[in-house]
């Protein structure tokens, strides 16, 4: 395999993996593969984002949301960047938040940085998966009431008693469902995430009347 027969398959792919590269061309052998895609990664022809996981240097990411699947798997996108995404928190983070029922980790990419938080097995529910550009790219990330949910979760001391909770400037459209997001805080059968849960639905619950 040539360099211009991988860059030709690669150009419709924002990131892809060595398995990738194998599927794409049967034929190659994986030990030769790899010393390839070692010489092209010091030639500046592709970027690597992780051991066995890479992008064309010339191919821009659009979206580095686009890459939190990829790097690791299973997670969903969360807290911050989530919040964010539903303009539900106004600061836009630097760092893409991502949950894992795997062990925390984070990863400094060329694209960013992308903090994996533990979160339970059972806790582990909540996501819808985007997909664009015809199917090819896609992330999981929290629905509205569950990115809410994880963030009390992850900061439950600072919702225990709603004390300099405005300093958050939550913010909530019309369509949050605060119904789902109360049922769901009783999936994690925590009795403290609930009464959090509660306080923050009569305080914000009010203001979409």
């Given at each position: 395999?040539?360099?211009?027969e991988?860059?030709?398959?690669?150009?419709?792919?924002?990131?892809?993996?060595?398995?990738?590269?194998?599927?794409?061309?049967?034929?190659?052998?994986?030990?030769?593969?790899?010393?390839?895609?070692?010489?092209?990664?010091?030639?500046?022809?592709?970027?690597?984002?992780k051991?066995?996981?890479?992008?064309?240097a010339?191919?821009?990411?659009?979206?580095?949301?686009?890459?939190?699947?990829?790097?690791?798997?299973?997670?969903?996108?969360?807290?911050?960047?989530?919040?964010?995404?539903?303009?539900?928190?106004?600061?836009?983070?630097?760092i893409?938040?991502?949950?894992?029922?795997?062990?925390?980790?984070?990863?400094?990419?060329?694209?960013?940085?992308?903090?994996?938080?533990?979160?339970?097995?059972?806790?582990?529910?909540?996501?819808?998966?985007?997909?664009?550009?015809?199917?090819?790219?896609?992330?999981?990330?929290?629905?509205?009431?569950?990115?809410?949910?994880?963030?009390?979760?992850?900061?439950?001391?600072?919702?225990?008693?709603?004390?300099?909770?405005?300093?958050?400037?939550?913010?909530?459209?019309?369509?949050?469902?605060?119904?789902?997001?109360?049922?769901?805080?009783?999936?994690?059968?925590?009795?403290?995430?609930?009464?959090?849960?509660?306080?923050?639905k009569?305080?914000?619950?009010?203001?979409?009347?």
């Amino acid at each position: 395999m040539k360099f211009e027969e991988l860059r030709q398959k690669a150009m419709s792919y924002p990131v892809f993996a060595s398995n990738d590269i194998l599927k794409w061309f049967p034929k190659s052998k994986e030990s030769i593969l790899k010393v390839q895609l070692n010489l092209w990664v010091k030639k500046g022809y592709l970027q690597k984002v992780k051991r066995g996981l890479f992008h064309l240097a010339e191919v821009e990411i659009e979206d580095n949301f686009y890459l939190a699947e990829k790097i690791l798997s299973p997670s969903y996108i969360s807290l911050e960047s989530a919040l964010n995404y539903y303009s539900i928190i106004p600061d836009i983070p630097f760092i893409v938040t991502c949950l894992t029922p795997l062990t925390t980790r984070n990863f400094t990419t060329n694209s960013g940085q992308y903090n994996y938080h533990h979160i339970k097995k059972e806790y582990f529910f909540g996501w819808q998966t985007i997909y664009e550009h015809n199917k090819k790219f896609f992330y999981n990330i929290a629905c509205p009431e569950k990115a809410l949910l994880d963030f009390v979760y992850f900061n439950l001391s600072r919702f225990k008693n709603m004390q300099g909770i405005e300093e958050e400037r939550l913010y909530f459209e019309k369509d949050f469902l605060w119904g789902k997001f109360l049922k769901m805080s009783k999936m994690f059968k925590n009795e403290k995430i609930y009464q959090a849960a509660k306080n923050l639905k009569k305080l914000y619950e009010q203001d979409k009347i």
